[in-house]
């Protein structure tokens, strides 16, 4: 059993930086979610697709952020121009109830520092 | 606007003793409740869930209460071992939507 798995798992760049993050949810699960986590805070919605579709995007994520996940499986999302505010870690979900909420498995995370 | 509250940010409690975590929300949309579980450099592990038709939950050790009226969520740990020692995140979503909101976060410390 292959959990949800992230890579990388730590990520330092300079401000101004391009950075990609990469999720590759639990096998046969068609939901697949990124959260943002911040020092002190619990970890806050950024976007949700069912398979390839993406169907919810978090007013956090600015015009920066963009996630994809082409033919439904693995996703990445993308920071462009990355700023000090950015650093945070970012997790990744997936989970394959219908119908609504949902106990997602979470992976273990990518930290980004940007400096 | 902090919709899903954990006004505790630390709990230290003696091995063999009771845990208490409790969890405040606002909106009353919300139908479906959960608590994590997160170990430093990992991501949050599901512990245990309750809807809102229920008003208990119980898996083993772990016995979720939710009081609708009073819009609060209690999280019980009994008996409490050193392996529970983490952050606990309390988590609510409405059917049908696939966004949880989570509270800050409480960390639990089990002193032997």
């Known amino acids: 059993d292959t959990g949800v798995s992230q890579d990388p798992r730590h990520k330092i760049t300079k401000r101004g930086q391009n950075v990609t993050f990469r999720c590759d949810p639990i096998?046969?699960?068609?939901?697949l979610y990124w959260y943002r986590q911040t020092l002190g805070q619990g970890p806050e919605f950024l976007t949700y697709f069912q398979n390839e579709a993406q169907l919810e995007k978090s007013r956090l994520l600015s015009d920066r952020f963009s996630a994809e996940r082409p033919k439904g499986s693995f996703s990445t999302l993308e920071i462009q121009r990355t700023e000090q505010g950015d650093s945070a870690m970012y997790l990744c979900a997936s989970s394959r109830r219908t119908g609504g909420a949902a106990e997602a498995f979470f992976g273990q995370g990518t930290r980004l520092t940007v400096v | 606007d902090q919709q899903v509250k954990q006004n505790s940010p630390s709990l230290s409690v003696q091995e063999g003793r009771i845990s208490i975590l409790n969890c405040d929300y606002t909106?009353?949309?919300?139908?479906?409740f959960l608590w994590y579980k997160k170990y430093p450099a990992e991501g949050p592990t599901f512990l245990i869930s309750?809807?809102?038709?229920?008003d208990k939950n119980e898996d083993g050790r772990f016995t979720v209460f939710l009081n609708k009226s009073a819009k609060h969520l209690s999280l019980h740990i009994v008996p409490s071992q050193p392996g529970d020692s983490a952050v606990y995140f309390c988590a609510a979503s409405i059917q049908g939507a696939q966004k949880l909101v989570f509270g800050q976060g409480t960390r639990l410390t089990i002193n032997p």
């Open positions: 909106n009353s949309m919300f139908d479906y």
């Open positions: 309750i809807s809102s038709i229920k």
């Open positions: 096998s046969e699960h068609n939901r």
